[in-house]
């Protein structure tokens, strides 16, 4: 799939920092990394123009669950704060950040997105929504306090996590800014 690699296409989603501002916090110390540089499993599961919803789903074999985190709603703008939850143990396997521009799809979609219990790239495969993911900006992140509870990391676990920045054109306009980040493997 050929997906449009110029800058115009990224709205929010050109940093980190955008994304966190989103909901007033700062997030915590990353760097960009270049798809060389990033371990396995994390460089086939952040680097690629799938849902992460798939492909997560994909490699943990099963559905996952949606929990928010928390919320912004100024329309036509929708914001979240997010883990995914999956496995029998309901574990995290992804905390994100997304912004929507509802304009982008039918109503029925956007009612779907704002109920809050399905993940987002199901219900946009689910209707059939014309989509296609731009090549990410991956991350090397050094999880903060929140970020280690979020994953169940001890306070004193050091180490580096991976995500990734990424924009979803739905009919090829920029609908939706994520940040994704995937808990250590």
Known sequence: M??????????????IEAMYR???????????????TVPEPYRSLLDHERHMTVALEDHHHT???LVVKGRTHTPPFYAR???LLGGPDLRVVLFGLMRF??????ESVQRQILEESI???RILISHGVLRQITAP?????????????DFGLSAAWSGSVYGRLATILCNDTPAVDLLEVLPPA
């Open 63 to 65: 559905s996952l669950n």
């Open 22 to 36: 989103l909901f007033g916090e700062t997030p915590p110390p990353c760097a960009k990394a270049a798809a060389e």
């Open 137 to 149: 900006q991956l991350l090397r992140i050094d999880p903060d306090a929140e970020l280690r509870r």
């Open 2 to 15: 050929n997906t449009p690699r110029n800058s115009a296409v990224v709205s929010q989603a050109d940093s």
């Open 101 to 106: 521009d509802l304009r982008q799809v039918a």
């Open 119 to 121: 993940p987002l790239g």
């Open 81 to 83: 704060q997010i883990l």
